[in-house]
T-cell receptor, first 109, second 114 residues
């Protein structure tokens, strides 16, 4: 099973771009990379998912290099409401979903 | 608001009580999940149901008993729990267990064992 490693915490200021990198050295061929956001006392919320190269949606971008051993979640122009824990997951379907430790992002005014 | 509804939101019970946590989704998803989350820790997978059949049990103690009565409902029956079982219990669903569609989570039941 692919293990993920993320920074424990990050600080940023409103309006800045935030990049959170996740390491997953033993990712399998069929694995996808999925990022979730979790606020206190709420369940995780899906942000973005990708397999390779770059994926962009209305809230974030996901950059995946050719070797797929890492990925970077990019949040453009963060606001105070983006303060949350961000989890990187590597899995094939719903088998053995293992959350990493997560990155606590704190956005300051 | 989430598309996965969990009840109750909070539950306090003694170690000898029997209670149940409930989860419901109407997205037509055929895979449903139970997770346990301790404070400041990531969610840990407990059970996976696929097409109403138990697919994965992550060596969870028998005092936790899952049940999937139909494709929209998932229950977690609790009996003789220990204080260390106090946690946030999250339910999730996904299109199925095979595809890579993301999981949709409820906001959990916060369980306290006295």
């Amino acid at each position: 099973l692919a293990k993920t490693t993320q920074p424990i915490s990050m600080d940023s200021y409103e309006g800045q771009e935030v990049n959170i990198t996740c390491s997953h050295n033993n990712i399998a061929t069929n694995d996808y990379i999925t990022w979730y956001q979790q606020f206190p006392s709420q369940g995780p919320r899906f942000i973005i998912q990708g397999y390779k190269t770059k994926v962009t949606n209305e809230v974030a971008s996901l950059f995946i290099p050719a070797d797929r051993k890492s990925s970077t979640l990019s949040l453009p122009r963060v606001s105070l409401s983006d303060t949350a824990v961000y989890y990187c997951l590597v899995n094939t379907g719903g088998f053995k979903t293992i959350f990493g430790a997560g990155t606590r992002l704190f956005v300051k005014a | 608001d989430t598309e996965v509804t969990q009840t109750p939101k909070h539950l306090v019970m003694g170690m000898t009580n029997k209670k149940s946590l409930k989860c419901e989704q109407h997205m037509g998803h055929r895979a449903m999940y139970w997770y346990k989350q301790k404070a400041k820790k990531p969610p840990e997978l407990m059970f996976v149901y696929s097409y109403e059949k138990l697919s994965i049990n992550e060596s969870v103690p028998s005092r936790f008993s899952p049940e999937c009565p139909n494709s929209s409902l998932l229950n977690l029956h609790l009996h003789a729990l220990q204080p260390e079982d106090s946690a946030l219990y999250l339910c999730a669903s996904s299109q199925d267990q095979v595809s890579n569609q993301p999981q949709h989570f409820g906001d959990g039941t916060r369980l306290s064992i006295l």
